[in-house]
């Protein structure tokens, strides 16, 4: 099903009352959209370690094979301090429940690059976010800074409550595959808050840009939303 910038603010207007009752709290753009069922993950063959605080990996992560994978369990909280950037043709997952923080670094998809979250059930997340890159300084643990960058890349959220949190979200062609219940790819904005802190609404650039891209929704409760709004251009949105 091909959408239009109009035809998807009235679909924004259709679902209202989810909107209303979404539990990420000061947010003023959201497209909530419905559809079937969750697809499978991929398997994995090589295994990135990830920091357990911000002061290590400071040149970030740069990932160059098929087949790479991390994992985070019970809640954990992971870093990638100097950013993390997936090189073309390389594929990365990660899964489990807990955070991975992108501090002093963007998250870069080149082109033919895959990232897949995979979420599973429970209470927890498994999310990616643009950390605060002084963890404790004036904003501290919540706060979100640092941006998505991607280039004719395959961005898939599968399992169960998959997301990705940035400052800024910028993708220009490749596929959004959101196949998992729950999953949401949100810019909160610098110096913004996710769901985890309370919003003091002292943020900036908080846009999402979708162009030249196709995104597939085959789960209900699949959502891309941005405080200062959502450009879609030129772009396929595909719901089955």
Known sequence: MKQTKNALSMLLNAYRSVYKSAYFKGLASVVVLTAGLPAGAANAATTIDLADSLDTLSNGIIVSDQGSSSSVTDGAQKWANGG???QAGADYTVSGQGTLHIANGDLILQNGSTL??????????MQIVGADNALGGDKGEGSVENNL????????LIGENASLGFAAVSIN???IELSG????IW??????????AADDGDYSA????????TVNINISGASLGARDGIEIE???????
Do not use: F, H, Q, R
Not at 234 to 240: G, R
């Open 187 to 196: 810019a909160y904005g610098e110096g913004g808050y996710t769901a985890d």
């Open 206 to 213: 908080a846009d999402m840009s979708i162009i030249g891209a």
């Open 149 to 156: 960058i991607a280039n004719n890349a395959t961005i898939k």
């Open 84 to 86: 993390l950037t997936v």
């Open 234 to 240: 030129n772009s396929t949105i595909n719901v089955t």
């Open 116 to 125: 897949t979250v995979s979420g599973s059930a429970g209470a927890a997340a």
């Open 173 to 175: 062609g490749g596929t």
């Open 181 to 184: 219940k729950n999953a949401n």
